[in-house]
T-cell receptor, first 114, second 114 residues
């Protein structure tokens, strides 16, 4: 089955700096790559996603890049703010036949220091 | 929309007792997922349903765990008998697989088994 590896497990940055989280996946059939943000005491919430026919997607301070050949994708957060502090999960979804199942990375705890 | 609804939000029980967690997915969604989250094991997929049918229950840890989805708007996860190592946050998520694979998570049920 699909295997998703996420790095780093923890990341600490100064407010205003950029943060980058990287994920690799194993199954070339995966075609949907969402990123979720989990704040303390809440469930993960989608912040951005990318599909396999797109190399990059941006939404304000957040961007995601995808390299299908290398099977890796990354989350970029620019001008970080304290409210960006949370756990971030990447995920990969395999094709159209598995009822939407996603394989999640182990998460990255991002701390933005004021 | 109210989002995914889970109940109870918190549950404290004694070892050996039966625990039932409940989930109401977003109306119109056709896939439902149950996850368990702990510090040690991260986010684990326990079981998921598509159109009310269980698709993959390979993540269910033991026979003490069972899940049902009697209709499109309700699912339960039952633990009988409960053990201290079952203490975790249990999340329910739903998605509409025709439109995409984004999963919408509920707020979770925090379970403590004494």
């Amino acid at each position: 089955g699909e295997n998703v590896e996420q790095h780093p497990s923890t990341l600490s940055v100064q407010e205003g700096d950029s943060a980058v989280i990287k994920c690799t996946y194993s199954d070339s059939a995966s075609n949907y790559f969402p990123w979720y943000k989990q704040e303390l005491g809440k469930g993960p919430q989608l912040i951005i996603d990318i599909r396999s026919n797109v190399g990059e997607k941006k939404d304000q301070r957040i961007a995601v890049t995808l390299n299908k050949t290398a099977k890796h994708f990354s989350l970029h957060i620019t001008e970080t703010q304290p409210e960006d502090s949370a756990v971030y999960f990447c995920a990969a979804s395999m094709g159209n036949t598995n009822a939407g199942k996603s394989t999640f990375g182990d998460g990255t705890t991002l701390t933005v220091k004021p | 929309d109210a989002g995914v609804i889970q109940s109870p939000r918190h549950e404290v029980t004694e070892m050996g007792q039966e625990v039932t967690l409940r989930c109401k997915p977003i109306s119109g969604h056709n896939s439902l997922f149950w996850y368990r989250q702990t510090m040690m094991r991260g986010l684990e997929l326990l079981i998921y349903f598509n159109n009310n049918v269980p698709i993959d229950d390979s993540g269910m840890p033991e026979d003490r765990f069972s899940a049902k989805m009697p209709n499109a708007s309700f699912s339960t996860l039952k633990i009988q008998p409960s053990e201290p190592r079952d203490s975790a946050v249990y999340f329910c998520a739903s998605s509409f697989t025709v439109a995409g694979k984004t999963q919408y998570f509920g707020p979770g049920t925090r379970l403590l088994v004494l």
